[in-house]
């Protein structure tokens, strides 16, 4: 064969390859992530290149600018227009950029710059061997107790790699939500839950405690992971796409040509119903819903508080996010199915979380049973499959996270000998010996019952309404039972706080710097303005309620 029939047998070969289309990236629309996912990049350069002294200011002013530049980015698109008339599919079908996203990602942003401020203190613990230092392990790599671990705590070392794992996650959650396929949802799903996995390890104190919470939160969410993978294997066997519209579209049965191989496969509902099944389980794993809550407890009360604190609150954001859209966007043809189970679902959710509730004596995993029973109260919002079901999520979503975060940040200033004190029977007589601490704390555990006037209350009268008026009146009553038994403890700490004598040997409350002031005081200036003035916050939830498809 002579050398020009070769060529052109090699030309002709190659040829299909030179007509593969450059992908169409809006960076303008993708901007919030990319500069999240940029400054963790620089994070980690910084870990790398920049001397042990400067990492930890150097750390905290990048990842400050960079989450207020996000949030920057997200309220520009927002004013563009892209929440809701230019709404529209990005990153080649990848992601949607829309009014839930947009809500929902800014939501997750302030809450990271919050929860930010949190991890950046530095004056709670005493300062040893002259050097001031954070929550965090002074070297995650050490055995605890070991000869390792004392030198690096006598050389002052603090694991400021915290932060770009911080940023890490955040970005995961920021595509969640927005994701609009099914790999795009799985990959943001692991980048936001592996950061989480490793700080949950990192306590300064009870580090064995903290470890083991890591490894508890690791296998269960690797189980979890693995179902939604092979829910996803399902639904894509089912209708040969990954893509939400066109999974939605086969399931209505409105899908224009059929390839004649998967005209088979569309007919076999197992395949969709296991795979929708699975993919819901996964998510419902990550909001902490009955009967997929059994991590929750012990990783609360197991990781660093700043860490607990920030993971309550923009998980629940992120994993409700992306609920929702699988929900409203890929199977609303499936809603007689989901429906029932979801009911189900949220009355054990409510139910299980507030009457366990009752039971717990140490502040951490009372909180945690607490945010099993949110779940419960935002999947009746969920199941009302109406424009403001999910204009009442978002809202509770937003109101709920700051609440959360402000709480742990409470729980931070409260210390014996060992560090935390978090037993109930050392907060006993805390009104006392600390006013304002106990009253603000007061507050949050007031919103968390939704008592009038506290942005609680606001959030569960929406949800509430909502999920009445979309026909799920019983779930309703059985929220507002739900909400009275876990008032009462809620209340039982109230009294617990102000009605009791001191203990002599009691905990002392530590002053804090102005990071965690200000974490603080943000989230009870959010709590009483959406208790006391929902409705403009209500009216931007109803403006940013409509999916684009």
Known sequence: MSAAAVHSLWTTAADPISKIDTPKIEYGQLSPTLIVVGAAIIGVLIEAAVPRKQRYYAQVFLSAVALISAFAAVVALAQGGYATTKAGIVAMGAIAVDGPALFLQGTILLAGLVGLFTFAERRLDPVEHGKQVDSFAAQAASVPGSDSEKAAVKAGFTTTEVFPLLLFAVAGMLIFPAANDLLTLFIALEVFSLPLYLMCALARRKRLLSQEAAVKYFLLGAFASAFTLFGIALLYGYAGSVSYATIAQVVDGTVANVDPALADTMGNDALLLIG??????????????????????????????????????????????????????????????????????????????????????????????????????????????????????????AAYSFVTIGAFAVVTLVRDAGGEATHLSKWAGLGRRSPLVAAVFAVFLLAFAGIPLTSGFAGKFAVFKAAAEGGAAPLVVVG?????????????????????????????????????????????????VLGVAPQYFLDLANQAGVFVR
């Open 480 to 528: 507002v039972i739900s909400s009275a038994i876990a008032a009462f403890f809620y209340i039982r700490v109230i009294v617990l706080m102000f009605f009791s004598e001191p203990r002599p040997e009691g905990p002392t409350v530590a002053v804090p710097s102005p990071l965690t002031m200000a974490a603080i005081g943000i989230g009870v200036a959010v709590t009483l």
């Open 276 to 397: 929708a099944a699975m993919i819901v389980m996964g998510l419902l794993f990550k909001v902490g819903a009955v009967p997929f809550h059994m991590w929750t407890p012990d990783v609360y009360q197991g990781a660093p508080t700043p860490v607990t604190g920030f993971m309550a609150a923009a998980t629940k954001v992120a994993a409700f996010g992306a609920l929702l859209r699988i929900l409203y966007v890929v199977l609303p043809g499936l809603r007689w199915d989901w429906r029932p189970v979801m009911w189900g679902v949220a009355i054990v959710t409510m139910l299980g979380g507030a009457i366990v509730a009752i039971t717990q004596t140490d502040i951490k995993r009372l909180l945690a049973y607490s945010s099993i029973a949110h779940a419960g109260f935002i999947l009746a919002g969920v199941i009302a499959t109406t424009p403001d079901g999910v204009s009442s999520v978002l809202f509770y979503l």
